[in-house]
């Protein structure tokens, strides 16, 4: 990649020394329903020009939606890609990576595990009667081809490490969002800030991954995995989970039930809706991902999928200053 790195070992040091344990985060304040889930720029919605028809409750359902999708998100990723395909590697290359690096991915194994505790009992203590058993409600998909690709072939199906990338950066975003909002509720917000703390740590981490698995692959095999990682990512561009929540704002307003053509159309619209493609997928929300898709020319067909990325030519690789948490 030919920029300059943030040492392993000083990585793992780094992890060794901002361990937290879950008592730190304060469940016991349980959620408040009054409170706004999820920050206003990461409610879908708010984007559709029939946001307007929606009463101040139906919003809040809204909100509520989105807070609960981005803890299931995080789940979601961290438990069926990333932590297999983390661990996957390790048992394939392992002895390859050298020790300090191996250290790196074990702390970043044990703190996803972690992170999917935390987010599980937020789902719990703002929805009991959602999750009784741990089943998430609006992020499925775990069997999808290419999650089982990259999580059994993880030194082939290479995409793997770019989604790790993206994820860990946005995880820093949406942490932003959360910190800055005023009507976010207080436990969701503590738990993305606890969060933050190990993510912008991860996105190192992944940096040295980009280098042992992604540098070395033949171009053919990478072109092939940057189409892969544009799939996916069409997915998250193109998001149909609003529609589930829809359901929810009928349930509460019947009158409205006569707009849901409306509504379904605009929801499919968010492809191509430029304020809310900004608000996650686009330079300003992933800076130092954008940056590095730049220095990738074969991820530069990722220009087709993501409709904020325009690929930058000459730009310096991204360097170790990896994301930024001064200041949090
Ligand atoms: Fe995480
Ligand atoms: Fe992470």
Redesign the pocket.
Known sequence: MGSPLVNPRQLHEQALKQAFSLDAIPYEQGVSESLAWAPLAFVPHAYLPSYELLDAGDRALCAQFAGLAIAEL?IYL?ESI?VPAVEQALARRGSALGADLRHCLLDLIE??HK??EMFWRLLERARPDWYPNRQLRFQRGGKRLATRLMTRHPDTFIAWVWVALLF?EL?IHVYRHYRDDAAVEPLFREVHRF?ML??AR?FRIEQHLLKAFWDPAPLALRQLNARLFGLIMARFVSPRLPLKALDLVFERSPHLKVHAPRFRQEILALANNGAYQQAYYSREALPLTFQTLDAYPEMHLLEKILPAYTPRTGTPTPTASAPNTGGF
């Open positions: 995080f961290e990333l703190e996803e992170h999917t860990e995880t969060h190990d993510e991860h």
